[in-house]
């Protein structure tokens, strides 16, 4: 073999190797928020009892004495609490305290990915262990967007001492999901994936047809936590979480949502506990809801927390 041809061979490996560390830095990058946006807060981290970090984000109001009793929020599948920004500045801005808890594999919070052997159980367990440091023996106000909803009716059946108040944003986990609108999820969160497959996929499963899809729901899927969501989902029943035991519940729905269409969940939740459930349908609005009605989500948290 001549030494041209070793050079050529040499460059070509090279190339390769090159090409081949790109791909694998390209589809990591995708599993772990890229294209996502850093969340607003005040950065605290924890360590759980069985030893990984548990990160959460505090905001407080600026010049006034927050109200006594904090909101804890929890985020959606694969999804970070950064798309919690806009409330947690508004809540602030009203007087009120806000810990927003990333789940495991999302924004530096240890214990995810897939093979953990989860339950929801295990997931809302860190939310104690933020709330024995935050406020230690005492009670809070539950937000959860989403898969969120499920942890923290989770918590409120695992922990009914903890808890004052709990919304449910795009409620659902009762019934399954069609198919179609699964396999829209799919491709919505697997952001290694070109945009033009992705893009339609994402009004399907998240956004009413008259709303505008944010840059920051493009990306800012955290696939990685994702895995350790889907199989906790998998290894609890809705049964375990479905009645959120006894909490008062606001249960905020979107008329479009079709990952959680309104007479499987929202208008469900209502009739099945009426006398505990508050509903508040929301126009214009699919799954994704915070990022398309922000306002209305907020006038109808304050609502809720004035008249309690």
Do not use: C
């Amino acid at each position: 073999m001549n030494s041209a041809i070793r050079r050529l061979l040499a460059v070509g490996a090279f190339v390769l190797a090159v090409a081949s560390l790109a791909a694998a830095i390209h589809l990591w990058t995708s599993f772990t928020g890229r294209g996502g946006r850093a969340v607003v807060g005040a950065r605290h981290v924890v360590q759980s009892p069985s030893g990984h970090d548990i990160v959460y984000f505090e905001r407080i109001p600026n010049g006034a004495a927050p109200h006594p009793i904090p909101i804890v929020l929890l985020a959606s599948f694969s999804r970070s609490v950064a798309d919690f920004n806009e409330l947690t500045d508004s809540l602030a801005a009203a007087g009120y305290r806000t810990l927003a808890i990333e789940s495991r594999g999302i924004g530096g919070s240890g214990g995810g990915g897939p093979g953990q052997r989860l339950t929801l159980h295990d997931l809302a367990a860190d939310i104690g262990v933020v709330l024995d440091v935050e406020r230690p023996g005492r009670r809070a106000h539950f937000v959860g967007h989403a898969f969120g909803n499920r942890v923290v009716r989770t918590f409120a059946r695992d922990r009914p001492e903890r808890i004052e108040t709990v919304t449910l944003i795009a409620a659902g986990g009762l019934f399954p999901i069609r198919s179609e609108i699964q396999a829209a999820l799919g491709l919505s969160v697997s952001s290694f994936l070109p945009r033009s497959r992705r893009e339609p996929a994402l009004r399907l499963a998240f956004f009413s047809a008259r709303s505008e899809i944010p840059e920051d729901w493009i990306g800012g899927w955290w696939l990685w936590g994702g895995l350790a969501q889907r199989d906790a989902t998998e290894a609890t029943s809705s049964e375990e979480f479905w009645d959120a035991g006894n909490a008062p519940l606001l249960v905020i729905q979107a008329e479009d949502d079709r990952l959680a269409p309104p007479d499987d969940s929202g208008i469900r939740l209502k009739e099945s506990f009426p006398e505990r459930v508050e509903l508040v349908m929301v126009p214009e609005a699919g799954h994704a809801l915070l990022p398309e009605q922000p306002e209305r989500i907020l006038r109808a948290l304050l609502a809720y927390y004035a008249g309690r």
